[in-house]
Antibody, heavy 117, light 110 residues
């Protein structure tokens, strides 16, 4: 069965960086696009970024463009999100999700990121 | 892209039907048949219940159905059950290869 396990979250000061990781199993990772989606405390879902199955294409929400970078290592079945210049408004639960056609289908349980001084 | 517009809350009694709307623009919902719906229970990850406007993944109850007209997609839940309580989100593919979510709708089964 599809399993997605996020890690790397934590408490970080504004302006600093953090790298999230997502370990995938139960499907042919290198055949599917992957997404990051976040959810601020008590708020709705916000799409963050997507990467194509082979890593050749990446697209971002305007709110993170230029600060966040999505990447993947198909040899290790891993997805990453490098987050730079973090702001308080980036505080959220971050989910990685497998793509079906163009939108997420399976989701991980999330990793929490808190940006605070 | 701005978030898709959903009602903040809906409610219904067990056995009844409810419909949740999801309004976008010609740059997202109106231009693509790529609309998905997700159910989220408190403290849990979202679960896909509808994809490609009206298709149900394997294992999802046929009480859930989806449709679209113009810039508005809809999720209908028939034969409401207490376990249907939770938050529901729509999502759409959008121009510029981006994706967008709705603000979410809290469903109460009274």
């Amino acid at each position: 069965q599809v399993q997605l396990v996020e890690s790397g979250g934590g408490v970080v000061q504004p302006g600093r960086s953090l790298r999230l990781s997502c370990a995938a199993s139960g499907f042919t990772f290198g055949s599917f696009g992957m997404h990051w989606v976040r959810q601020a405390p008590g708020k709705g879902l916000e799409w963050v970024a997507v990467i194509s199955y082979d890593g050749s294409e990446e697209y971002y929400a305007d709110s993170v463009k230029g600060r966040f970078t999505i990447s993947r290592d198909n040899s290790k079945n891993r997805l990453f999100l490098q987050m730079n210049s973090l702001r308080r408004e980036d505080t959220a639960m971050y989910y990685c999700a497998k793509e079906m056609l163009v939108l997420p289908d399976y989701w991980g349980q999330g990793t929490r990121v808190t940006v605070s001084s | 892209h701005s978030a898709l517009t959903q009602p903040a809350s809906v409610s219904g009694s067990p056995g009844q039907s409810v419909t949740i709307s999801c309004t976008g623009t010609s740059s997202d919902v109106g231009n693509y048949n790529y609309v998905s719906w997700y159910q989220q229970h408190p403290g849990k990850a979202p679960k896909l219940i509808i994809y490609d406007v009206s298709h149900r993944p394997s294992g999802v109850s046929n009480r859930f159905s989806g449709s679209k007209s113009g810039n508005t997609a809809s999720l209908t839940i028939s034969g409401l059950q207490t376990e249907d309580e939770g938050d529901y989100y729509c999502s759409s593919y959008a121009n510029g290869f981006t994706r967008v979510f709705g603000g979410g709708t809290k469903l109460a089964v009274l």
